[in-house]
């Protein structure tokens, strides 16, 4: 099993940033693919971008051009770098390991957008 604990999270103006991180612990070498994910209230939970093992990035439309991911292996941590950061942004962003036994998920953290 993968543990996840996200930590960054917090209340910031419309056009600032925050890094978000996500450490895990456990079955690390089962990990293949990592991903953040975020829920608004009211929403359904969405994918905002994914990193695999060997770098490989993706993101949503709605993270493109502006947010970031990225891995240290050294550290068991993946980031997720948001840049201009819109009031539609604010929601609860969960970190997520995909490994062969199945998916974890971290407890999240929340990310507030005033305009």
């Known amino acids: 099993q993968v543990q996840l604990v996200e930590s960054g999270g917090g209340l910031v103006q419309a056009g600032g940033s925050l890094r978000l991180s996500c450490v895990a612990s456990?079955?690390?070498?089962?990990?293949?693919?990592m991903a953040w994910y975020r829920q608004a209230p009211g929403k359904q939970r969405e994918l905002v971008a994914i990193?695999?093992?060997?770098?490989?990035?993706h993101y949503e439309d709605s993270a493109k051009g502006r947010f970031t991911i990225s891995r240290d292996n050294a550290k068991n941590t993946v980031y997720l770098q948001m840049n201009s950061l819109k009031p539609e942004d604010t929601a609860v962003y969960f970190c997520?390991?995909?490994?062969?036994?199945?998916?974890?998920w971290g407890q999240g953290t929340q990310v507030t957008v005033s305009s």
């Open positions: 456990g079955r690390i070498d089962s990990i293949e693919v």
């Open positions: 997520n390991a995909g490994t062969p036994f199945g998916n974890s």
């Open positions: 990193i695999t093992r060997g770098g490989n990035t």
